[in-house]
C-alpha cells in the first residue's frame, strides 16, 4: 500500500499537517525527527497499555515497536502513545479493586482525548488486561477512524506437582491455607510458581473471553489473539497489524463498519461457547453503546440461551488459552461455529473480508479436545446464563460451565462489603445451604463494582464451592466458578430488591429456566423499600465519586456518557 495515494483531504491530521496556517504544528514533529514525506503520510495512533503494574502489560511496549514497523513498512507515520491499567490480579481483594472498571473508562477516554488532540487518522491499540480490552475497543468504536486491536497475549501456565496451573489456583490455596489443609511452605511453592512469564492470565478468565471477542467481533486479524505474550510469533500479527491498518485508511473500512448487531451477536456466541467470564455482559453492552446500538444484559443472555458450550477452558474446563491457540486457536472454534448455523458469517472484518471468507481455510483439527464440535458440544447450553426475577428486575449473569447443579435454593446470609463476607468466609462463619449476598458493590455503590475472586476463590479452597451460593450487585471475576451471581439490577444503592434483603430471606436461583426470586411478595418489597434509606460512600470526591456521579446502570454496560446515539458528529468526520 502506497500512502502517498492517500489524500488527506478527509483524514483528520489535515488540521496538523497541511497548509501555511500548520508550520508551528509540524514545527513540533520535525522537532522530533520527522522528515517532510513522514509528515504528509497519514499519522498512526498506536496505543499501548504499557506499563510495570503485571504481567499482562510488561510486552506490549516492545510488541507496539514492531506494529510502528508495520505502519512504516506500509508508508505511514506511526505515532505511539501509551494510557493506563488497572490489574485485576493485584487489585483483587481490597479497595483497590474500586478502580478497576472505572479504568476502562479512563482508558477509553484518554485514548480519544489523545487521538482528537493531535488528529491522528487511524488507531491500532495494544491491551493486556481485563479492562484495558474492552477500554480500547471502545475508544476505536468511538473515535470511529480505521482501527485495529491487538491483544498482548495469554501468560504460560505455570507447573506445580505434575499438573497446570493458574492465578486461580493461588486464590484458591488462599482458602485452603485458612482451614489448614496446606501450609505456608506449600502456598509458598504454588504462588511462585502459578504465573511464569509475561501475558495475562492464562485460561478464560476475563481477558482471555475478551480477546476472543476481538477475534468474533472483527476488530483483530485472525489468529492473533491466540498467541501467548512469549511467543515470538507474535511479531509476525504485530507488524501485519501494522500494515493492514494503511489498507483499511484506503478504504476507509472503519469500526463501526465492522461492530455491528450481528457482530456484537458473534462476540456474545463466543463468550457463552467457550465458558467465558461473566463480565462480557458488561462489557459488549458498552461497546454497543459507542456506535449507538442497543445491546444491554438481557440480549446478550438471549444469545447464551441458545449457544452451545463447546470450549473446554479453565476455569470451569481442563485447558488453558494456550492449549485452545495450539489446538488450532479462535478460528478453530469460530469455524465449528459457523459451519452449525451459530455466527453470522456476513460481517466484514478487519481483514476487509467476511468472517465467513476468513474462515473459509480454516480446517477442523480432530486431534485435540480443547474444542468440541459445536453439533456434539460438552453441554446443550451455554457456559454463561442470564437471570432475571423479583430480586433482580434488570437481571443478573451466572457462569455455569462445568457446574453439576444448576439450581440452588437457600436462606440468605447478608453483608454490606465485600469484606465483611471475605471476613465470614476466611473464619468459616457461615453454614452449608446458605446464599451469601454482598451489596453495595454496585458501579454506583462501590463505588466502581468490585470482583469477588478472593471471596469465591476462599470458598472453593474451603471445599465449600458447591454447597453456597452467592449474589451481588458487583461483579465476579472471570476465573470464579461455582454459582456465583454478579450484575443484580438494580443495585443496592439505588433501592434494588437486594439492599431490601434480610438474613433469613429464602432465595432460588435457577439457571435452567434463568430465573432468582426471593420468597417475598410485592406488597412486602414495597414496604420494605419505603423503609430503605440511602447509604452514603467513603468516597466523596477523586475520580471514583467523578465515575458514581455519571456511571449507569449494569444492564447496559456501566457507561458513562450518552453514547454513540446521541453524538452530533464523530470524530473520524471532523
Given at each position: 500500500?502506497?500512502?502517498?495515494?492517500?489524500?488527506?483531504?478527509?483524514?483528520?491530521?489535515?488540521?496538523?499537517?497541511?497548509?501555511?496556517?500548520?508550520?508551528?504544528?509540524?514545527?513540533?514533529?520535525?522537532?522530533?525527527?520527522?522528515?517532510?514525506?513522514?509528515?504528509?503520510?497519514?499519522?498512526?495512533?498506536?496505543?499501548?497499555?504499557?506499563?510495570?503494574?503485571?504481567?499482562?502489560?510488561?510486552?506490549?511496549?516492545?510488541?507496539?515497536?514492531?506494529?510502528?514497523?508495520?505502519?512504516?513498512?506500509?508508508?505511514?507515520?506511526?505515532?505511539?502513545?501509551?494510557?493506563?491499567?488497572?490489574?485485576?490480579?493485584?487489585?483483587?481483594?481490597?479497595?483497590?479493586?474500586?478502580?478497576?472498571?472505572?479504568?476502562?473508562?479512563?482508558?477509553?477516554?484518554?485514548?480519544?482525548?489523545?487521538?482528537?488532540?493531535?488528529?491522528?487518522?487511524?488507531?491500532?491499540?495494544?491491551?493486556?488486561?481485563?479492562?484495558?480490552?474492552?477500554?480500547?475497543?471502545?475508544?476505536?468504536?468511538?473515535?470511529?477512524?480505521?482501527?485495529?486491536?491487538?491483544?498482548?497475549?495469554?501468560?504460560?501456565?505455570?507447573?506445580?506437582?505434575?499438573?497446570?496451573?493458574?492465578?486461580?489456583?493461588?486464590?484458591?490455596?488462599?482458602?485452603?491455607?485458612?482451614?489448614?489443609?496446606?501450609?505456608?511452605?506449600?502456598?509458598?511453592?504454588?504462588?511462585?510458581?502459578?504465573?511464569?512469564?509475561?501475558?495475562?492470565?492464562?485460561?478464560?478468565?476475563?481477558?482471555?473471553?475478551?480477546?476472543?471477542?476481538?477475534?468474533?467481533?472483527?476488530?483483530?486479524?485472525?489468529?492473533?489473539?491466540?498467541?501467548?505474550?512469549?511467543?515470538e510469533m507474535r511479531d509476525r500479527f504485530n507488524f501485519a497489524s501494522g500494515e493492514k491498518i494503511m489498507e483499511l485508511i484506503a478504504k476507509n473500512i472503519r469500526p463501526r463498519d465492522i461492530v455491528t448487531l450481528k457482530a456484537?451477536?458473534?462476540?456474545?456466541?463466543?463468550?457463552?461457547?467457550?465458558?467465558?467470564?461473566?463480565?462480557?455482559?458488561?462489557?459488549?453492552?458498552?461497546?454497543?453503546?459507542?456506535?449507538?446500538?442497543?445491546?444491554?444484559?438481557?440480549?446478550?443472555?438471549?444469545?447464551?440461551?441458545?449457544?452451545?458450550?463447546?470450549?473446554?477452558?479453565?476455569?470451569?474446563?481442563?485447558?488453558?488459552?494456550?492449549?485452545?491457540?495450539?489446538?488450532?486457536?479462535?478460528?478453530?472454534?469460530?469455524?465449528?461455529?459457523?459451519?452449525?448455523?451459530?455466527?453470522?458469517?456476513?460481517?466484514?472484518?478487519?481483514?476487509?473480508?467476511?468472517?465467513?471468507?476468513?474462515?473459509?481455510?480454516?480446517?477442523?483439527?480432530?486431534?485435540?479436545?480443547?474444542?468440541?464440535?459445536?453439533?456434539?458440544?460438552?453441554?446443550?447450553?451455554?457456559?454463561?446464563?442470564?437471570?432475571?426475577?423479583?430480586?433482580?428486575?434488570?437481571?443478573?449473569?451466572?457462569?455455569?460451565?462445568?457446574?453439576?447443579?444448576?439450581?440452588?435454593?437457600?436462606?440468605?446470609?447478608?453483608?454490606?462489603?465485600?469484606?465483611?463476607?471475605?471476613?465470614?468466609?476466611?473464619?468459616?462463619?457461615?453454614?452449608?445451604?446458605?446464599?451469601?449476598?454482598?451489596?453495595?458493590?454496585g458501579p454506583r455503590g462501590g463505588p466502581g463494582m468490585r470482583e469477588m475472586l478472593s471471596t469465591t476463590a476462599a470458598l472453593y479452597g474451603q471445599g465449600m464451592g458447591g454447597k453456597v451460593a452467592l449474589i451481588t450487585d458487583?461483579?465476579?471475576?472471570?476465573?470464579?466458578?461455582?454459582?456465583?451471581?454478579?450484575?443484580?439490577?438494580?443495585?443496592?444503592?439505588?433501592?434494588?430488591?437486594?439492599?431490601?434483603?434480610?438474613?433469613?430471606d429464602v432465595i432460588s436461583i435457577d439457571a435452567v429456566n434463568g430465573t432468582i426470586e426471593v420468597d417475598l411478595s410485592d406488597t412486602e418489597l414495597a414496604a420494605r423499600a419505603k423503609a430503605w434509606k440511602a447509604r452514603t460512600?467513603?468516597?466523596?470526591?477523586?475520580?471514583?465519586?467523578?465515575?458514581?456521579?455519571?456511571?449507569?446502570?449494569?444492564?447496559?454496560?456501566?457507561?458513562?456518557?450518552?453514547?454513540?446515539?446521541?453524538?452530533?458528529?464523530?470524530?473520524?468526520?471532523?
Open positions: 500500500m502506497d500512502a502517498r495515494v492517500i489524500s488527506k483531504a478527509k483524514l483528520p491530521s489535515r488540521y496538523v499537517t497541511v497548509g501555511p496556517a500548520r508550520a508551528p504544528h509540524r514545527s513540533y514533529l520535525y522537532a522530533m525527527g520527522l522528515s517532510a514525506a513522514e509528515i504528509a503520510q497519514p499519522l498512526v495512533g498506536v496505543a499501548s497499555c504499557w506499563n510495570e503494574a503485571a504481567p499482562c502489560n510488561i510486552s506490549l511496549m516492545r510488541q507496539a515497536q514492531v506494529v510502528k514497523k508495520g505502519v512504516a513498512a506500509a508508508n505511514g507515520t506511526p505515532r505511539e502513545f501509551c494510557t493506563i491499567t488497572v490489574t485485576d490480579g493485584i487489585a483483587m481483594g481490597h479497595q483497590g479493586m474500586k478502580s478497576s472498571l472505572v479504568s476502562r473508562e479512563v482508558i477509553a477516554d484518554s485514548v480519544e482525548l489523545t487521538m482528537r488532540g493531535h488528529c491522528y487518522d487511524a488507531l491500532v491499540g495494544l491491551a493486556g488486561c481485563d479492562k484495558s480490552l474492552p477500554g480500547m475497543m471502545m475508544a476505536m468504536v468511538r473515535l470511529n477512524v480505521p482501527s485495529i486491536f491487538i491483544y498482548g497475549g495469554s501468560i504460560l501456565p505455570g507447573s506445580y506437582k505434575g499438573r497446570q496451573i493458574t492465578v486461580q489456583d493461588v486464590f484458591e490455596a488462599v482458602g485452603q491455607h485458612s482451614v489448614g489443609t496446606i501450609g505456608n511452605a506449600e502456598l509458598l511453592e504454588i504462588e511462585q510458581a502459578a504465573c511464569p512469564s509475561a501475558g495475562s492470565c492464562g485460561a478464560q478468565f476475563t481477558a482471555n473471553t475478551m480477546a476472543t471477542v476481538a477475534e468474533a467481533i472483527g476488530l483483530a486479524l485472525p489468529y492473533s489473539c491466540g498467541a501467548p505474550a512469549p511467543y456484537l451477536e458473534n462476540a456474545a456466541t463466543v463468550v457463552s461457547a467457550t465458558g467465558g467470564s461473566t463480565n462480557a455482559a458488561l462489557h459488549l453492552p458498552a461497546i454497543a453503546h459507542e456506535a449507538g446500538i442497543k445491546f444491554d444484559l438481557f440480549d446478550v443472555a438471549r444469545i447464551f440461551e441458545k449457544t452451545p458450550y463447546i470450549a473446554d477452558l479453565k476455569p470451569g474446563g481442563k485447558y488453558v488459552a494456550k492449549d485452545m491457540f495450539e489446538a488450532g486457536g479462535i478460528p478453530l472454534l469460530m469455524k465449528t461455529l459457523l459451519d452449525h448455523g451459530y455466527l453470522h458469517g456476513d460481517c466484514l472484518t478487519v481483514t476487509g473480508r467476511t468472517l465467513a471468507e476468513n474462515m473459509e481455510h480454516v480446517a477442523w483439527n480432530d486431534s485435540q479436545d480443547v474444542v468440541h464440535p459445536a453439533n456434539r458440544p460438552i453441554t446443550q447450553t451455554g457456559g454463561v446464563v442470564g437471570l432475571k426475577g423479583n430480586l433482580a428486575p434488570e437481571g443478573a449473569i451466572v457462569k455455569v460451565a462445568g457446574m453439576a447443579e444448576l439450581k440452588f435454593s437457600g436462606p440468605a446470609r447478608c453483608f454490606d462489603s465485600e469484606e465483611e463476607c471475605f471476613e465470614a468466609v476466611t473464619h468459616r462463619n457461615y453454614r452449608e445451604g446458605e446464599v451469601l449476598v454482598i451489596r453495595y458493590e458487583g461483579r465476579f471475576s472471570g476465573a470464579t466458578r461455582g454459582f456465583c451471581i454478579g450484575h443484580v439490577g438494580p443495585e443496592a444503592a439505588v433501592g434494588g430488591p437486594i439492599g431490601l434483603l434480610r438474613d433469613g460512600t467513603d468516597y466523596q470526591s477523586g475520580a471514583i465519586w467523578k465515575y458514581a456521579q455519571t456511571v449507569g446502570p449494569a444492564r447496559d454496560g456501566a457507561v458513562t456518557h450518552p453514547g454513540g446515539a446521541k453524538e452530533t458528529h464523530c470524530y473520524a468526520d471532523i
